[in-house]
Nanobody
Framework: QVQLVESGGGLVQPGGSLRLSCAAS????????MGWYRQAPGKQRELVAG???????NYADSVKGRFTISRDNAENTVYLHMNSLKPEDTAVYYC???????????????WGQGTQLTVSS
């Protein structure tokens, strides 16, 4: 069993900053990649940012220059630092992880429960 525990969501004023955290635990041999997705009401879930085991990152065009994804391998934790927040950033944010439970395979994709971010004055 693998669990992803998210924290850090809440209500923020436009222009504010916030950090989301996601910690993975359980039967983990290797975390190949982790990322953040978000879904606003009436819209499809979209990739916000991702990071591989080698440290490569990618971002949605809408958050480039404002959001930064980072990873603490010792803690099996991924962070999303969000700056200059806009009302259109309002969504449920989901942590995702590509995890191998052993050296021979058992590679699976896992999702966190989601955390609400609301950007409003």
């Amino acid at each position: 069993q693998v669990q992803l525990v998210e924290s850090g969501g809440g209500l923020v004023q436009p222009g504010g900053s916030l950090r989301l955290s996601c910690a993975a635990s359980g039967s983990i041999f290797k975390i190949n990649a982790m990322g953040w997705y978000r879904q606003a009401p009436g819209k499809q879930r979209e990739l916000v940012a991702g990071i591989t085991s080698g440290g490569s990152t990618n971002y949605a065009d809408s958050v480039k220059g404002r959001f930064t994804i980072s990873r603490d391998n010792a803690e099996n934790t991924v962070y999303l630092h969000m700056n200059s927040l806009k009302p259109e950033d309002t969504a449920v944010y989901y942590c995702n992880a590509d995890i191998s439970s052993s050296w021979y395979g058992s590679r699976m994709n896992y999702w966190g429960q989601g955390t609400q971010l609301t950007v409003s004055s």
